[in-house]
Each structure stands twice: as structure tokens, then as C-alpha cells.
């Protein structure tokens, strides 16, 4: 991988985080975790024990498109699993 493949791919990712990030300030809930990745794996937790309340299904679906994105550029990319 070239330096500009290597930087659009980081530029992607950091992209892809922020988009997170912004989504992350509207669910109706306060996630614990200061880290960016375990707060991945708490909203993981959190989206599988909650799928019946509906304003949170709203929130992920919302969000899913993003983390899955994520998910799949820092797997097949760096070959690292977010969640």
C-alpha cells in the first residue's frame, strides 16, 4: 500500500469516527466508557439487549450503516475487528 492509499484510508476512518461520534450525542443514553472502541462494544451490548424500545431503534438504525462501514474499512484494511 502506497502513503496517499494509506492516508485516504486513515481519512476515511477518522471520517467514519466523527460521523459516530456526532450520532453518538443523540441516543437517549449515556454511554460509561471514555474510549472510543469500548464505547463500540458497550453500544454493541446496548443494542442487543434493548431491540424492542422503539426510539432506540430509531438511534441505531441510524447508526448502524456507520459502525458497519467502520467495521469493514478497519478490518479489511489494518485486519482488525472494531467489535
Given at each position: 500500500?502506497?502513503?496517499d492509499?494509506?492516508?485516504?484510508?486513515?481519512?476515511e476512518?477518522k471520517?467514519q469516527?466523527?460521523?459516530?461520534?456526532?450520532?453518538?450525542?443523540?441516543?437517549?443514553?449515556k454511554?460509561k466508557s471514555?474510549?472510543?472502541?469500548f464505547?463500540?462494544v458497550?453500544l454493541?451490548?446496548?443494542?442487543?439487549?434493548?431491540?424492542a424500545?422503539?426510539?432506540l431503534?430509531q438511534n441505531q438504525?441510524?447508526?448502524?450503516?456507520?459502525?458497519?462501514?467502520?467495521?469493514?474499512?478497519?478490518?479489511?484494511?489494518?485486519?482488525?475487528?472494531?467489535?
Amino acid at each position: 500500500m502506497d502513503s496517499d492509499s494509506a492516508i485516504e484510508i486513515i481519512n476515511e476512518v477518522k471520517q467514519q469516527k466523527r460521523a459516530i461520534e456526532k450520532k453518538l450525542t443523540t441516543l437517549p443514553f449515556k454511554l460509561k466508557s471514555q474510549s472510543f472502541y469500548f464505547k463500540m462494544v458497550e453500544l454493541k451490548k446496548v443494542f442487543k439487549k434493548t431491540k424492542a424500545e422503539a426510539s432506540l431503534m430509531q438511534n441505531q438504525l441510524n447508526l448502524t450503516p456507520h459502525l458497519e462501514k467502520l467495521d469493514s474499512l478497519i478490518s479489511e484494511k489494518f485486519g482488525v475487528a472494531l467489535y
